[in-house]
Every structure is written in C-alpha cells, then in structure tokens.
C-alpha cells in the first residue's frame, strides 16, 4: 500500500470527502441531514489519522487510538444527536433546522 | 416510545390467526391498540332463513355446519328444542350415547382450540399437533358411530341414528387409557412454560361482572370465576346423574381460560367414565320407536339450551303447526363471546389480540351463520 | 501487484466521494441515509488497504451497524421521507457551497505543492521494549491499559454520558405519554368512583338474587 | 491452498506467477468453494428443520421428493425459481431490488473466518471473532431497506422489529463472548479453538492434561454461562423461535419479507437459514472446540505442518475429514437444539423480548465477565499481576479454585437474577389495578 | 372458595402463583418434546398410545373405513337381474335437505301407466351435503351411501350424476357395508320382487346392465326359439333393430313437440326452458322438467290444447341428455295426443 499509493492520493480524499461533508453539514435543512455531513466529515479526519499512522509511525498505536477514540465520540453524537432531532420533532413537529428557531420547548 | 400517529391495521379478512374468514380493524398507537372493531359476516350463509324453509328434520345436518368442531354438541341443542316442542320421550340408553358424544366433542374442542391458541402465541405447532393427535382418534369413533367425521348428523328427534358399533366400546377404553396421559403431557409441556406465563399472565383480562354484563358463556365466563355450567345450573338430558366439579379462574385472563378448558377436559373424561358404568345394555334403545322424524309439532315455541364447549348454545324455535319451523334462531356461544374482543384487546399489544381472540375461541361458521 | 492496489484505492475513493456527494444530493432523505452507508463501508474497506484491521472492522461494527441503523430509526421515527414539494437545501446554499470549495483548495494546495510527503518508515536498529512491525489488535489491547488508560476510561464515561443524556433527552414523562386503560383497569377504576359516591353498592354480581346457581359459602 | 496453488502453476507448468497472483487464485477458489457450500447447507438445514420438527409433532415430514423426502429443499428451489417475481407498485424499486443482496452478502462473508479442520481456516484473521459479528451486523441494513421498501405497513413493523431486535442481541452475544476472549487473550478464532485442547480441563489452563482434544470452554463454568447466554442471544439474532418475532406470521404476516416473492424471497430465506447455520457453528467452534476431539490433533501432527515440514500429506487429508465431521456434527446438533426449542415453546412478545435482552440477559453477562476475571486471575496470573498467593496451589489446585469460585458467582447471579426478573415481569392482576391508582380518573 | 353443586364442586384453577420459576417449565416442556422424538420412530397403531407417528401415507395406506362410513348417495342394482331396486317413490327426493335428488318415473311407453322404477335419476353431488338421509328414508334399501371418496374433478358438471353413473350392483355394497346389508337384505330383495312384477320391458334394468340383460334375453329367446320352431327366426333381427328405430322416432317426436311447443308459448303454455350451449347440467336439468310438465299434461288429461308439452332445445354435443329428454317429451307427446283424440 504505501509503495503503491503516495500519501498525497489518500490526503486528498480525505480533505474531499471533509468538504463534501462540510457543505452537507451547512446546506441541508433536514437535521438528519445536518447530523449526515457531520458524520462525513468525522470519516475523513479519521482516515487522515489512519494514514498518518500507516505512513509514519506504524509501529506505535497512537493513530490508531485517536481514531478509535473518534469513533467513540461520533457515536456518542450520533446517539445524542438523534435522540435531540427526536425530541425537537416531538415539541416542533418539524425535522427543518430553520424552523426551529426558539430556545424555549 | 415516542409519540407517533395513529395507525390503522386490518387484521383479516385473510390472516392466518382470524380463525376463518374474520376482520379486526385495529387502530394502534406505537404497538398499543386504542381502538379494535370485530367486522364479520364473510362467512354468512343465511342459515336461520334457510331453516324455515326446510322441515325440522332436515335442518338437522344445517346445524353441524353452525360450529363445525362440534357438531355432536349442536345436534343436541336442536334435538332437544324439538323435542321439546314436540313432546317426544327419550330412551335411556339414547340419553347416555348423547351425553358420552357431546363429552366427547368437549375434549376434541377443547384439545383443538388449546392447540390453536398456543400457535397463534407462536409455538411451532407442536401443541396443535398433539390436540389435532387425540382428537383424530376421536373423531375415528364418531365416524364408526355416525358415519362422518366432523359433520356427523348422528342425533334424532328422541335418540340417536344407530347404535354404536361393536368395534367402538374397545377403542373407547383404549381411547381413555390414553386421554389422562395426554392432558398429564399438555400440561408438562405448557401450563408451567414460562413463555406462555409471560404472554398470558394478565393479559386480555374481563373482569367478573364485566363478564356477566357482555352476557359471556361457556369457559371464557367461568375463567373470569363465575361457576355458571348449564349442566349444573339446569341439568338437562341426565346431567344429574354424574359427579364432576365445575373448574372457574380467578383473573379472567387468557392463562385462566388456557386452564379452565384443560380442566374441563378432565372433567368430561370423569364423565364419560360414569357414563360407561351406567350405560344400561337395551339393545335397540338407541331411539323411541313411537318418535316419528317428519314431525308436525303443535302450534307454540320452544327454547332449549346446552352448555357446548365454548357456551351456551341455544335454539328458538318457532312452530306454526307446519312441517317447517315458522321461527328458527340460534343463540350462538361464539358469536356472543366475540362481543368483548375490541374492548378485551384494547391497552395490550398488537400480538395479544391473536392471543385474546384465540383464547375466547370462536369458529366463524357459528359466528356469522 | 502495485497497479492491482492503486486500481482498488481508485475504486474505493471514487465510492467514498460518489456515495458523499450522493449522501448531500439526494432528495429522499432514506437514499441519503443509505448512501451514507456505502461510504462509511468504502472508509471500512480503506482502513483495511492501509493495514489498519482491527479499525476497519471497528468502523463496520460502529458505523455500518449502529450509528447508520440509528440514522435510519431516527428518520422513521420522525417523518414523511420522501422530501417531495420541500426545499431540499437552505436558501443560501451556494455560500456554503462557497466555503467548502475554498476549503478544499485552502487544504489541498499545501498538502500537495508545498510539502513533500515522501516519508521513509522509520527504520534502523529496534530497541528493546519498542514494538516491531505493524501495530494490531494486541498492541492496541497492550495502549488501552497500559499507556493510554486514562484516555480509554474518558471514552467510557463519554460513552456513559451519551447513553444517559440520550435518553433523557429523548424518553417521554410518563405523564405526557398516553396511556389507554385496559377493560380491566377502567372497570376497577369506575368501581372506585362508584364507591366512594355510594359505598353500598359494591357487591359483585354473583351475590344479587335470583342468581341460577345455589351456593354455599 | 496457497502451497497447492503455487505447486501447480510455479513447479509443474513452470509459469512463474508472481505470488500476489498465486494468493488471489487460491482465495479465489476458497471463496468458490464456500460460496456453493453455503446454498447447500441452506438446502440441507430446511430439509434437516421439516423433518426433525415432524418427528417431534408425531408426524412424518416430507418424504415423497426423492429417497426419503431428500430432493424436497430442491424442488422447492426449483419452485422458489420459477416463481413471478413481484414488485408492489408504490415499493422503492432499487432499494427493494438491493435488499435482499444486502442481507445475503454479510453471511457469506462470514464462511471466511470458520474453521472446518485443522489448518483448515480459510482466512486466520487475528480478530476473526470480531470480524464476524461486525459483518453480521450489515444485515441489519438490509432488513431495514427491505421494510421500508416495500411500502407495507406489515413489512415496515417487521423490519423496525428485526433490526432492534439484532441490534439488542448484540450486545449480549459479544459480551458472553469477551469473557472467553479474556481467557483466551486472542480474537482469533484459530486460538480459541487450539486452546480447547485437554480433557474437560484445558491444557492450556493446566500444563500437563492429556490433550484428547475435549477441553472445550463449556466445561467450565464461565464457559457455560457464557454458552447459554449466547445461545439464547444467537436464536434471536437468527430469528429463531422464541425470538421469531420479526416473522411473527400470526399477528405480522410475514415481517419484513411481506411484499417479497420468488428469487427474492428466496434470497431471504437462504440469508436467514445460512446465518442459522453461522450462529450454530460460531456455537461450536467457540464453546465446543470446533473440530476438536479425540484424534484430530494425533492425525494432525503425523501430517504436513509448519513445525513437521516433511511429514505424510494423507494424515493432514485424514485430520481434515475427522475434524470437519466433528465440526459439522456439533453444528448440527446445535441446529438439532434450535428445532427441538422450536416444537416445543411459543414465541415472546416484541417488549418481552427486550426486556429479556436488556434487563436480564446483559447483567448475566457481566457478572460472567467479573467470573472470567477471576478465572483468568487464577489460572494465568502470577505474582506479577499480584497473584502470588495462588501460587502454592499448583496448577490444578489453582483451577480448582477458580472452578469453586465462579461456579459459586455464576450460579448464585443465575438464581438471582432469574428470581428478579421473574417477580418484575410477573405482574399479578392485583398490581396491575394497584398501578392504575395513580391514574386521572 | 368452594361452591358445593349436588353432585361435585366448583374447583378454582390453581395458578401456581408462589412458585419459583427458573426456568423449569421449560425444560420440562423440552423433555416432553424429546420424547415424543424418540417415540416416533414407532407408529401410533394402538388408541391408548399418546405417542408415535400417527400419520397415515394417504395414497400409499388408507384406513379401513367403517361400514357406517356416509359420503355421496348411490343406487343398488341386483347383480343378476340387473333389476334395479328404486321404485321412484321420491322419498329421498322429499327428505332432501339441500334438494338436489331428482327422478323422472318411468312409464309404460304403451299404456302410460306409472311404472316403479327410475327413467332418470339424478343426484347433483357438487350440492349434496352426505347427511344420509336418503339412505335413511328409502323404504326399499336401493339409496345406499358409498365409501368412495375421490370425487375431485376439474369439472365442476362432472360432478351431477345421473343414473348411470349412480348405479352400483348389490355386490359391492354387500363389500363395504356386510352388516348394514345383511340386516335388510331379504326384506329389500322381497320388495324387489314386488316391483320386478309391475315392470315391463327394460324399464328398471340398470343402465350399465341393459345390453347384458339384453343379450341375455335374445338368448334365452333364442333358445327358446330353437326349442319351439325355426319358423320364428326373422323375429330376431327386428327385435335387434326395434332400438335405433324407436331412437330415431323419439328424436322425430321430439323436434315436432319443441315446434308444438314453441307454437303453443304465446298461449300460456309451459314454458319452454332455452338452455344455453353446452351447460350440461342446466339442460339435463331442463330436460327432466321439461319431462315433468309434459308428464303433467298428460296425466291431467283436461282438454290440453294449450297446455303443449315442452320440449328443450337440447344443447349441441349434450348427446345423452338430448335424447332422454327427447324420448321423455315425445312420450309425453304421444300420450297428449292420445288424450286430446280421446277427448
């Protein structure tokens, strides 16, 4: 793998996939959506630590571990996320991130 | 859970756990039914119009198609109420082959609509299996007495059609060794199951006044602990003759039911072995000679009535001196019982309603006649 | 064997951003959701290409077959799908169109012009007590309770923290949660308002007279 | 295969492919090999399933198809073929077209990690174990699409069961199972089963049992608790009665597979018949030691291995058969134990069966995690890890000890647990008014 | 609470409340599977068994049934004689719950007196609901109810039955049902001989036993002939050829009576009943009323110009039907005629 693809390829996948996440995550009305982007974006910082870790230090966990402690955490959002999107739906009956515009319930 | 629509399912017409060609309309909230409305009648075959156009002997094979597990119990009725109306006698030994059929046809009901209700809670058959095992052999002896299985067109106006063939007494007594081995099985294998507990315990609960207000009969009214058995509260044929408790539940729910019908199965087994040590020998006596079959029975009216497996099974009969009844009408036990099923079901699960509605055990052609 | 690899990182990019492009794109918001899923799996498949195992199965179990699943419920939970007659984007969805180029170009200049990549895996004499070879599964199990344990413990309790404000955000007091009353509990409940407004009348039915039954207590 | 492979094409035809080749034509062929092993079993299991659960009821089964019925799963599959393939008009085409692909693809993937023999795993993964319960999880995916889909309210029902259902499942599943990969300290599957060497005890937990290839972890009592807590979590992740909900035919039709029909259809009875043969034989190979038993491993090391380079090739041919016969044999009765629950229990309601997963079944597992702890403690802990004081005991006095122990735990946390649960779910009729007092009236 | 009846109590069910369950049940219930899997590999051969195979291989083994076995009503023959032992006395056709038993007398083609025996009966057995009581009510044992029960058919008009087909010779019941024949046989085989009296002709000779009966006859004539005198030779060949002759003059008969009829409609005759092409059922049907209307006419003797016997107009390819109705209405009018002379 790394004498085949030069870390550069992977890099630029990455830094794509964050910007198409990016614009999901800003453009969408659909709070799920929202929640959609920022799960790909999550995906594309974990495989730049992946690479990182493959290309440099292989012999040492700590890519590795960040990534896996990103896993977490987007899951832990992914949970809390959706359990507010559920919660909003059920005080607003609205999922649209633009209709949700007050900060009382 | 978390606050949906309300949705609207039909159960049925076509589904496998209607018991026939039967519809719930259940309205559910998440899986919870706010509201269950019981839409029959697709198997209504205009059978009390038919009837006053038939004389009353021939109406007799009509009512085995009424509740087609039982017909022996519905024959009866019919007898009975013509009899009555009629005023013809019925010998002993009659009496006695009455009562050991319609005991008879307890059991196989009973054993059959166990079966069913524990595969509607999901068991894979097996229960049903066994039932359906006890019960072909029974219906073996109904076919050598009366010549058919399940329509068995075996009673007249003041006894039965024949006699009971040599053949059948030795397979009754083989017939009896098995049956205790059999309820002793069903109960190993389910009464202490802790599945059926859970989806049973509590569940599809109709409390006892409840249950004399919607006018229910039969077991469904004793589990919910009402000790009311025609055969007690009115002995008809020679009820009074026999010793047998009267089982009666004490929540009214499904295990209840499940436990009264198992009980009950013993208690016709008690039965049919008095009815064997009593069983006066008159060869012939199967029927009153004098009973004429064509009968023309007095302008008036007749109720008469049975404790059939699943309730009180009643026939009205109506007669304006023809040979054709002027009035026929059949209280059916499934049909009344079916009353409570939408306010019976309603604050339980979705998959409870298959299990209430097959712990009240109907069968359609009775229901919709 | 190089070409074979290169062949399959190509395949496997252009599924990432194929399936994110659709995941933005898509009006029917399950689509969306499903696409989603073939990208994390093509993310899955890279990590398995860069030799990282234990992640790649890692991302399968958590991304494939929990946060997506998630997604889908929360979806059916919430709406109608289908997303047809409603606008799909924001009004100004071009300014973040905006951004995310500029972003893109703001990274992927320097990642490719400026620097050079071309790292060497560090070699050389291995000394005792260092890890050999490409870390796995064990040596991540070793990190977890050894060197990065306080880490791990923090991952915990975040984990813990989410269960718990999840549910609490999303559970319904019991009080605003609609509960129907079974034949059993509405009877027993008008039996009580009967009977504190007229306490005589709490008999049972079997008692009243005229009852076929002849009993004997 | 590789050597196989490389043998042919390298020294007989004098090729010279490279070795990425050689490997992909040997894995290439594996793969073909499993991937028409799996619709055979299917094919088997439903014949094996009809015919079991027909003895079982007094009956007799299918028996006209062939000698004894054996041709019955094909003409069925022939039936299944030729069948109208349909497609409700307000469905999702695509998304009902990819279902049922989605669901069959995970189980086939997990063929790669089981092994059938000894030497005989097609792919050793050192985290085969997790390998195959991520994949397993995909599944999920395609039950979801598969009942959103279809546009039909019985089928969305069944799907949104299913999948909470799997989802739930899981956890219990691993968790039983991190109690035999803390003894074992390794994923892969290929070590869990060389540890189930020894007679009833582990050699690997006591140096010096003879190893008759009968050490298997159900032996002790960490092991069993963890077998039968993931046996019961393996029926409901293969839908198998009690836990048959998601096809509950008497109250949601058909579930999921609602709006399917012909090759479709067919594909999600073969997903679900495979993965019960997965599960059977995850069962085995974790808790049953796979093709452990007596003689495999004296065949095994008369043959061709790495430490015995130049030993007699039939002996390995011979170990292979020996050892899939005892593999197979135990999956099989672990199917035999999914009929023989089937023909005898009802099946759970949907909130029954989470609470069983949720409230019961994962604390059971715990507190076996806190045994396997205990027994790891004892058994492969020394007085570096501040087990010195055990050491006295000698090797199996210190099994002994852990054996007493988590015995002890587990069967007083059975006892416990059961009663809890039991007195909470048995809501008598009397509390059940008691609760409504609180009620607006 | 113990409920005392007169005789027994009211037992409450015992919920087993207070037990503890951990999971006992269940196993218990898995052993009564177990055994019943170990006990299949017996067959279920004895009723006081619980357990074994208790599937019968249905085309491979069939259970004896038992003589009182009822399924579709049939006609007893005599063996013999071919004599049948129906008298038409239309008892089964009164008793009849679903109405679906219906004879045509036979009368003397000459004198057009009722003879007992059937010229056509016909039993619809797609209505027929196997209650017996035909069998019951016939006072001469000719109803019987067979123990064949492979009646399925695509075809659903296959399923009515006319006299042909409903025959069947003592024999073969005597076969199922021993007992049942022994009881009455003598009493059936007096009554028969009764009947056989009053009969002329072929008239009463089942249907399938008619050419054999005929052979049998020509034989004895001939040899009664052979005895008397060679003179009487020629009455052979004729007596041979009297059946396409009278065939084709009952077919004449018939196409003038349905020009009769038709004529006669617009002044309040019977109706005539046009049944549709190849609805055999409606048309034997049609036939036999048809049949009895001009029965009917006949018998009532009153002036009966406009009282026209109808004939069907029989559907092409329905031979049989065709011709009996034929036969039947150019019977019928023949006798009308005989009578409107008279008159």
């Known amino acids: 793998m790394i004498n085949a693809v030069p870390l550069e390829w992977v890099l630029t996948v990455s830094a794509a996939l964050f910007c198409i996440g990016l614009f999901g995550a800003l453009s969408r009305r659909n709070m799920v959506g929202i929640l959609m982007g920022v799960e790909l974006m999550l995906n594309s910082v974990n495989i730049n630590l992946v690479a990182f870790w493959r290309y440099l230090e292989p012999r040492f966990i700590t890519g590795q571990t960040f990534a896996l402690f990103v896993i977490t955490v987007a899951a832990a959002e992914a949970a809390v996320g959706l359990a507010m999107i559920i919660a909003i739906y059920r005080n607003w009956a609205t999922v649209n991130a633009d209709d949700v515009d007050s900060m009382k319930g | 859970m978390i606050k949906t629509e309300e949705l609207q399912i039909n159960i049925g017409p076509q589904h496998p756990s209607t018991h026939g060609v039967f519809r719930m309309l259940v309205t559910v909230d998440g899986e919870t039914i706010v509201d269950l409305v019981p839409v029959f009648g697709y198997l209504h075959r205009n059978h009390e119009q038919i009837a006053e156009v038939n004389t009353y002997l021939q109406n007799m094979p009509y009512t085995d198609r009424l509740d087609y597990f039982n017909s022996m119990a519905n024959n009866q009725a019919y007898a009975m109420v013509v009899e009555k109306l009629v005023g013809i006698e019925v010998p002993e030994r009659a009496e006695y082959l009455r009562v050991l059929m319609v005991e008879l046809t307890r059991i196989l009901n009973h054993a059959g609509a166990l079966g069913f209700l524990i595969n509607d809670m999901g068991a894979w058959q097996t229960p049903l299996a066994f039932g359906m095992r006890e019960r072909e052999k029974i219906l073996d002896l109904f076919e050598m007495a009366s010549g058919a299985r399940m329509m068995c067109n075996y009673f007249r106006f003041g006894g039965v059609v024949r006699d009971l063939p040599p053949a059948f007494m030795p397979l009754l007594k083989d017939l009896l060794v098995a049956l205790p081995a059999f309820f002793d099985e069903f109960e190993r294998l389910l009464c202490e199951n802790e599945i059926l507990l859970q989806r049973s315990e509590g569940v599809g609960v109709l409390p006892k006044d409840l249950a004399i207000s919607y006018s229910v009969t039969g077991p469904v009214l004793r589990a919910s602990g009402i000790p009311y058995d025609i055969r007690k509260a009115e002995p008809y044929s020679i009820y009074d003759r026999f010793d047998f408790d009267v089982p009666v539940g004490s929540v009214g729910d499904v295990y209840d039911r499940f436990l009264v019908r198992v009980e009950e199965m013993r208690q016709s087994l008690r039965i049919i072995e008095q009815v064997l040590e009593q069983l006066p020998d008159a060869e012939g006596d199967h029927i009153n000679p004098k009973a004429k079959q064509n009968v023309r029975p007095p302008v008036g009216d007749a109720y008469a009535r049975i404790e059939s497996p699943k309730g009180e099974l009643g026939f009205y009969l109506v007669s304006d001196g023809s040979e054709k009844p002027y009035r026929y009408k059949v209280r059916a036990p499934s049909f009344i019982n079916l009353t409570p099923l939408g306010d019976m079901c309603r604050g339980y699960k979705v998959a409870d309603v298959v299990v209430i509605l097959g712990s009240i055990d109907i069968v359609m052609g009775e229901v919709d006649r | 064997m190089e070409l074979l690899i290169q062949i399959i990182f190509f395949l496997l990019a252009a599924l990432i951003l194929g399936a994110g492009v659709m995941v933005v794109a898509v009006r029917n918001i399950i689509h969306s959701a499903l696409w989603l899923i073939g990208s994390f799996f093509g993310v899955g498949a890279l990590y398995l290409l860069l030799e990282a195992e234990f992640l790649a199965v890692v991302q399968v179990l958590v991304y494939v077959g929990a946060v997506s699943i998630l997604i889908l419920f929360a979806i059916m939970l919430t709406r109608d799908v289908s997303g047809q007659g409603e606008r799909l984007l924001f009004q100004r969805w071009w300014l973040a169109l905006l951004v995310a180029i500029t972003l893109f170009a703001a990274v992927i200049t320097p990642t490719l012009l400026a620097q050079s990549w071309n790292v060497v895996p560090p070699t050389g004499p291995i000394e005792p007590g260092q890890p050999t070879g490409i870390a796995g599964a064990l040596e991540l199990g070793r990190g977890f309770v050894h060197e990065f344990l306080l880490h791990f413990e923090i991952a915990g309790v975040l984990l813990l923290v989410a269960l718990i404000g999840a549910i609490v955000i999303a559970f319904e007091e019991r009080n605003r949660r609609r509960k129907v009353l079974t034949l059993a509990e509405e009877h027993e409940l008008r039996k009580r308002r009967e009977q504190t407004s007229d306490a005589n009348a709490s008999e049972s039915a079997l008692s009243a007279p005229g009852h076929p039954i002849s009993q004997s207590e | 295969m590789y050597d196989v492979v490389d043998y042919v094409l390298n020294t007989t035809f004098n090729l010279g492919a490279a070795g990425w080749v050689v490997s992909l034509i040997s894995y290439l062929m594996i793969a073909t090999v499993l991937f028409l092993v799996a619709p055979l079993q299917m094919l088997f299991l439903t014949y094996y399933e009809r015919r079991l659960i027909a003895r079982m009821q007094d009956r007799v089964g299918p028996n006209r198809v062939g000698p004894e019925g054996m041709f019955q799963p094909v003409a069925d599959a022939v039936k299944m073929f030729t069948k109208e393939d349909i497609i409700p008009a307000a469905a999702d085409k695509w998304v009902h077209l990819l279902a049922p692909l989605v669901v069959v693809a995970p189980t086939m993937f997990m063929f790669a990690v089981l092994p059938w023999g000894p030497g005989m795993t097609p792919i050793d993964m050192h985290i085969g174990l997790l390998f195959f319960f991520a994949v397993s999880s995909i599944s999920a995916v395609g039950l979801m699409m598969a009942g959103w889909a279809s546009y039909n309210k019985f089928s969305l029902l069944g799907a949104m069961r299913a999948v909470a259902q799997m989802v739930s499942y899981e956890i219990p599943a691993m968790l039983s199972l991190l109690a035999i990969v803390m003894i074992t300290g390794s994923l892969s599957i290929v070590d869990i089963v060389q540890w189930q060497g020894g007679l009833f005890i582990s050699s690997s937990d006591v140096a010096g049992v003879p190893n008759w290839g009968l050490g298997w972890f159900v032996f002790n009592p960490v092991g069993f608790l963890a077998f039968a807590a993931f046996f019961i979590a393996a029926l409901a992740e293969g839908e198998r009665t009690p836990f048959d909900i998601p096809e509950a035919d008497s109250e949601i039709v058909a579930g999921y597979m609602t709006e399917y029909s012909g090759m479709k259809f067919g594909l999600f009875f073969l997903a679900q018949y495979v993965l019960n043969f997965l599960l059977c034989a995850i069962t085995a190979v974790i808790f049953f030691g796979a093709w452990q038993g007596p003689g495999v491993n004296e065949l095994y090391a008369l043959g061709i291995t790495p430490d015995n380079p130049d030993g007699n090739g039939w002996f390995n041919v011979l170990a292979g058969v020996l050892g899939a016969f005892y593999f197979l044999f135990k999956t099989y009765a672990f199917f035999f134990v999914m009929v023989w629950i089937r023909g005898a229990f009802p099946r759970l309601r949907v909130d029954q069966l989470m609470d069983f997963g949720w409230k019961y079944l994962i604390p059971l597992t715990l507190v076996n995690v806190f045994s396997a702890a205990i027994w790891v403690g004892f058994n492969n802990w020394g007085a570096n890890e501040g087990f010195g004081f055990a050491e006295p005991l000698g090797d199996l006095g210190r099994w002994a000890v852990a054996f007493v122990l988590t015995l002890a735990i587990n069967i007083a946390a059975y006892i416990v647990m059961t009663r809890i649960y039991g007195e909470t779910r048995r809501v008598t009729f009397d509390e059940q008014l008691a609760d409504t007092a609180g009620l607006p009236s | ?343």
Not at chain 5, 33 to 51: E, G, I, R, Y
Not at chain 5, 127 to 150: L, W
Not at chain 5, 151 to 161: G, I, K, P, Q, R
Not at chain 5, 299 to 322: H, I, T
């Open chain 5, 1 to 343: 609470m113990t409920i005392q009846f007169e005789r027994g109590k009211v037992v409450v069910i015992d919920r087993g409340a207070r037990k503890l369950r951990v999971g006992q049940g269940m196993l218990k219930g898995m052993a009564v599977v177990w055994h019943h899997w170990l006990k299949s590999f017996q067959k279920l051969d004895n009723f006081s068994k619980t357990a074994g195979v208790f599937t019968v291989e249905y085309p491979d083994e069939r259970i004896k049934l038992p003589e009182a076995y009822r399924n579709m009503p049939i006609l007893l023959y005599d063996d013999e004689t071919g004599q049948e032992l129906c008298t038409a006395c239309f008892q089964c056709q009164r008793v009849c719950p679903p109405q679906v038993i219906h004879i045509n007398q036979a009368r003397n083609p000459e004198t057009g007196k009722a003879i007992p025996a059937a010229a056509e009966f016909i039993i619809e057995y797609d209505a027929c609901m196997s209650c017996g009581f035909c069998a019951e009510v016939c006072p001469f044992d000719s109803i019987k109810m067979d123990h064949e029960f492979e009646l399925s058919t695509e075809d659903h008009a296959e399923l009515t039955m006319n006299k042909a087909q409903l025959s069947r010779p003592v024999s073969y019941y005597e076969r199922i049902a021993p007992t049942f024949w022994a009881e009455v046989k003598a009493s059936a085989y007096k009554k028969l001989q009764n009947s056989v009296k009053r009969r002329v002709d072929l008239i009463g000779i089942a249907p399938q036993m008619v050419e054999k009966v005929k052979a049998m006859r020509a034989a004895a004539a001939e040899s009664e002939a052979t005895e008397a005198a060679p003179s009487s030779a020629p009455t052979k060949p004729s007596a041979a050829e009297t059946s396409p002759a009278t065939d084709k003059a009952a077919k004449l008969a018939a196409i003038r009576a349905a020009n009769a009829a038709k004529q006669d409609a617009g002044n309040g005759g019977t109706s005539t009943p046009e049944a549709p092409a190849g609805d055999d059922k409606a048309a034997k049907l049609a036939a036999i009323r048809a049949a009895n209307a001009a029965k009917k006419a006949a018998e009532s003797g009153e002036g009966s110009a406009s009282v026209a016997p109808a004939a069907p107009e029989a559907p092409a390819g329905d031979d049989k039907a065709a011709r009996l109705a034929a036969i039947r209405a150019a019977n019928a009018a023949k006798k009308a005629k005989d009578e409107q002379e008279n008159s």
